[in-house]
C-alpha cells in the first residue's frame, strides 16, 4: 500500500503537461478512473494479493467489489473491515463471498464493472475474458499462473541450486504461480545434482506448520489432494519417481491434505506433467547436452510466468536474460530459484498465457493500469479576453 502510494504521488495523480499545439492552447494528459472494479483474489497469498490489486484500483479513484477465494475468505474480511475503520468512504470497497461459479460470474458478467482484477488459474482466467470480449470493452488485469522452468549448468554451484531449487519448488506446498516446477540439467553434472537434490528433499518436514520446524504444510482442499494421488499415479507410469510420491496419514496429519514433496524424471517431451500447472508439490527434471536445448525446452511452453539459472559463465546468463521467455527472471538465487518477488524490487506480471497486460503487481506501471487517458486542450486567448473585457 505505501508503494502504490508514493508512485501516485511521484506521477502527480497521473497528470501530465504536454505540447501545445497552437500558440493560444495549453493541453494536458489525465488520467482517470474506470469506474467500479471487480477484484476476484486467490487463496494462497489471502492478504497481499488481496490488498495489491484492491489498494490498485482504489488509490486510482476506482471503487471495488471484492470476492475472495472461497477456500480463505476471512483475511478479505478482515482487510475490509480494517479499511472501513481506517475512514474509507462507505460504498468505495464493498466485499462479498461465495464460490467462483455463482459470484465470480455475477461479477464477471456485470455490464456495470469496468475492469476485472484477478489472480488464478489460466482455466478460471480465460473464462473472464471469453465472457468480458461478449459486452463492452473491459480492462482486465490477469495473472494466470506458470510452469515455471530452472536451468542448471555444468558451471553452476550446485549447492545453491539445490537450495533455491528446493524452496521454489516444495515451499507452501508448491501452491504458487511461481513455484519452480521443470528442472533442466546439464547431462555431464545430472547425477551429482540429482542425488543432492533427493537429499536435501528427504530433509524437508512436513505437517503442521504452526510450527517453525515444519517446512511444508497441507494442501489447501480435497481437490488439490485428489490432484496430487492422480499426477503421483501418472508420474510412476510415465515416467520415475525419485523421492516422494505418497499421501501422509501418519498421526495427527490424517486430519489434514498432507502429501510427500515429489521428484520425477524420465518424462517424455509432451508429457502432461511437464506442461500444465500442477499447483502440488512435484518437480519435474529433464537432462539436456547443449545449452540451447534447454532454453528451447524452457520456452516450449504456453506459460511465461517466472524462470530461474544457475551458472557462473557471464555468456549463458547474457543468452538466457536475452532468450527466455519469462516476465520475472532469477539468476543463481538461492532465496529462490523461480519465487520470492517483493513488491518494488521485483515487479511480477507474467508473458504469454501466464498474464493479460505485461505489465507487472509491485512494479512501476502497475497503476496506470487501473486508468483511462483524457486529452484536455484550453484555448486560452479567450479566458485572457474574458478578463480584458471584465
Same mark, same amino acid.
Given at each position: 500500500?505505501?508503494?502504490?502510494? &508514493?508512485?501516485?504521488?511521484?506521477?502527480?495523480?497521473y497528470?501530465?503537461d $504536454?505540447r501545445?499545439?497552437?500558440?493560444?492552447?495549453?493541453?494536458?494528459?489525465?488520467m482517470?478512473?474506470y469506474?467500479?472494479?471487480?477484484?476476484i483474489?486467490p487463496?494462497?497469498f489471502?492478504?497481499? *494479493?488481496?490488498?495489491g490489486?484492491?489498494?490498485?484500483?482504489?488509490? $486510482?479513484?476506482?471503487?471495488?467489489?471484492l470476492?475472495p477465494?472461497?477456500?480463505?475468505?476471512?483475511?478479505g474480511?478482515l482487510?475490509?473491515? %480494517?479499511? =472501513?475503520q481506517?475512514?474509507l468512504?462507505?460504498?468505495?470497497?464493498?466485499?462479498? $463471498?461465495g @464460490?467462483?461459479?455463482?459470484i465470480?460470474?455475477?461479477?464477471v458478467?456485470?455490464r456495470?464493472?469496468s475492469?476485472?482484477a484477478?489472480?488464478?488459474?489460466k482455466?478460471?482466467?480465460?473464462?473472464i475474458?471469453?465472457?468480458?470480449?461478449?459486452?463492452k470493452?473491459?480492462?482486465? %488485469?490477469?495473472?494466470?499462473g506458470?510452469?515455471?522452468p530452472?536451468?542448471?549448468?555444468e558451471? !553452476?554451484? *550446485?549447492?545453491?541450486?539445490v537450495?533455491?531449487? &528446493?524452496?521454489a519448488a516444495?515451499?507452501?506446498?508448491?501452491?504458487?504461480?511461481?513455484?519452480?516446477?521443470?528442472?533442466y540439467?546439464?547431462?555431464?553434472?545430472?547425477?551429482?545434482?540429482t542425488?543432492?537434490?533427493?537429499?536435501?528433499?528427504?530433509?524437508?518436514s512436513v505437517g503442521?506448520?504452526?510450527s517453525?520446524?515444519i517446512? =511444508?504444510?497441507p494442501?489447501?482442499?480435497?481437490a488439490?489432494?485428489?490432484?496430487?494421488?492422480?499426477? @503421483?499415479?501418472?508420474?510412476?507410469?510415465?515416467g520415475?519417481?525419485?523421492?516422494?510420491?505418497?499421501?501422509r496419514?501418519?498421526?495427527?496429519l490424517?486430519?489434514?491434505f498432507y502429501?510427500?514433496?515429489?521428484?520425477?524424471?524420465?518424462?517424455?517431451?509432451?508429457?502432461?506433467?511437464l506442461?500444465?500447472?500442477?499447483? #502440488?508439490?512435484?518437480?519435474c527434471?529433464a537432462?539436456?547436452?547443449?545449452?540451447?536445448e !534447454?532454453?528451447?525446452?524452457?520456452?516450449?511452453?504456453?506459460?511465461?510466468?517466472t524462470?530461474?539459472?544457475?551458472?557462473? @559463465?557471464?555468456?549463458?546468463i547474457? %543468452?538466457? *536474460?536475452?532468450?527466455?521467455?519469462?516476465?520475472?527472471?532469477?539468476?543463481?538465487?538461492?532465496?529462490? !530459484?523461480?519465487?520470492? !518477488? =517483493?513488491v518494488?524490487c521485483?515487479?511480477f506480471?507474467g508473458w504469454?498465457?501466464?498474464?493479460?497486460?505485461g505489465k507487472?503487481?509491485?512494479g512501476?506501471y502497475y497503476?496506470?493500469?487501473f486508468?483511462?487517458?483524457?486529452?484536455?486542450? %484550453?484555448? #486560452?486567448k479567450?479566458f485572457?479576453d474574458r478578463r480584458?473585457k471584465d
Amino acid at each position: 500500500m505505501r508503494y502504490y502510494t &508514493i508512485g501516485m504521488e511521484a506521477n502527480r495523480g497521473y497528470i501530465v503537461d $504536454t505540447r501545445s499545439a497552437h500558440p493560444d492552447e495549453r493541453s494536458k494528459s489525465v488520467m482517470k478512473p474506470y469506474g467500479v472494479w471487480g477484484v476476484i483474489s486467490p487463496f494462497n497469498f489471502p492478504a497481499a *494479493l488481496t490488498i495489491g490489486m484492491c489498494t490498485g484500483a482504489l488509490l $486510482t479513484g476506482n471503487t471495488v467489489v471484492l470476492k475472495p477465494a472461497s477456500d480463505t475468505p476471512i483475511t478479505g474480511y478482515l482487510f475490509a473491515e %480494517i479499511m =472501513m475503520q481506517a475512514g474509507l468512504p462507505a460504498g468505495a470497497l464493498n466485499f462479498i $463471498t461465495g @464460490s467462483g461459479t455463482t459470484i465470480g460470474e455475477a461479477i464477471v458478467q456485470n455490464r456495470m464493472v469496468s475492469g476485472i482484477a484477478f489472480t488464478g488459474s489460466k482455466v478460471v482466467g480465460d473464462r473472464i475474458l471469453a465472457e468480458s470480449h461478449k459486452m463492452k470493452s473491459r480492462i482486465i %488485469i490477469a495473472e494466470l499462473g506458470g510452469k515455471n522452468p530452472v536451468v542448471v549448468t555444468e558451471n !553452476a554451484d *550446485l549447492d545453491d541450486a539445490v537450495e533455491g531449487i &528446493i524452496r521454489a519448488a516444495f515451499g507452501y506446498s508448491g501452491q504458487k504461480c511461481s513455484a519452480s516446477s521443470r528442472v533442466y540439467v546439464q547431462k555431464s553434472i545430472k547425477k551429482n545434482f540429482t542425488e543432492r537434490l533427493i537429499q536435501r528433499t528427504n530433509e524437508l518436514s512436513v505437517g503442521n506448520p504452526v510450527s517453525a520446524k515444519i517446512f =511444508m504444510g497441507p494442501l489447501i482442499n480435497s481437490a488439490a489432494y485428489l490432484k496430487y494421488q492422480k499426477f @503421483s499415479k501418472l508420474a510412476s507410469r510415465y515416467g520415475k519417481v525419485l523421492v516422494g510420491g505418497k499421501i501422509r496419514r501418519d498421526g495427527d496429519l490424517k486430519y489434514g491434505f498432507y502429501v510427500e514433496p515429489m521428484i520425477v524424471e524420465g518424462l517424455s517431451k509432451g508429457n502432461r506433467m511437464l506442461e500444465e500447472e500442477l499447483f #502440488v508439490p512435484i518437480l519435474c527434471i529433464a537432462e539436456y547436452s547443449k545449452f540451447y536445448e !534447454a532454453l528451447e525446452q524452457c520456452n516450449n511452453s504456453e506459460y511465461g510466468l517466472t524462470a530461474g539459472i544457475y551458472s557462473d @559463465s557471464e555468456k549463458e546468463i547474457k %543468452i538466457f *536474460l536475452q532468450d527466455i521467455q519469462a516476465g520475472v527472471v532469477y539468476v543463481n538465487r538461492t532465496l529462490g !530459484a523461480t519465487t520470492g !518477488a =517483493m513488491v518494488g524490487c521485483q515487479s511480477f506480471g507474467g508473458w504469454k498465457s501466464s498474464g493479460t497486460t505485461g505489465k507487472g503487481t509491485g512494479g512501476t506501471y502497475y497503476l496506470g493500469q487501473f486508468l483511462k487517458e483524457q486529452s484536455q486542450t %484550453i484555448v #486560452v486567448k479567450r479566458f485572457e479576453d474574458r478578463r480584458k473585457k471584465d
